[in-house]
């Protein structure tokens, strides 16, 4: 019954592991170091392209700017949630504000 069957896998097995050739297993060899090599100069393309993107001045502005508009837009919106949180029914407005100023670095980088 079953230890036949383990016997027949087994001999199975060897049989398909002797099959091999020294020239199939050097294709197979082959065939995944040019697989490496290919994903190796994918990988470098692809990061080179990126490193330009990064260096153009066009990108370097876009960050500049994005940095500017986040800044403005999370000054006014702390400035406008502190004077909101002031009023004796908003405690959670109060609550929000000691949350996203934790360790007093947004008032402090913003001079609020």
Do not use: P
């Not at 294709?27 to 170091?33: D, F, G, H, P, S």
Request: net charge positive; glycine share 6%; with cysteine.
């Amino acid at each position: 019954g079953e230890e036949q069957a383990d016997v027949a896998m087994q001999e199975r097995r060897r049989r398909e592991w002797s099959g091999r050739t020294a020239a199939s297993e050097k294709k197979l060899r082959a065939m995944v170091a040019m697989s490496q090599e290919k994903r190796v100069n994918r990988i470098k393309k692809q990061a080179e392209r990126i490193e330009r993107e990064l260096n153009k001045d066009s990108y370097k502005r876009m960050i500049v700017r994005f940095n500017e508009v986040f800044n403005s837009n999370l000054g006014e919106f702390m400035t406008q949630l502190m004077s909101d949180a002031d009023g004796r029914y908003h405690t959670h407005l109060s609550n929000l504000c000691t949350r996203l100023d934790y360790n007093g670095f947004v008032t402090q980088s913003m001079g609020l």
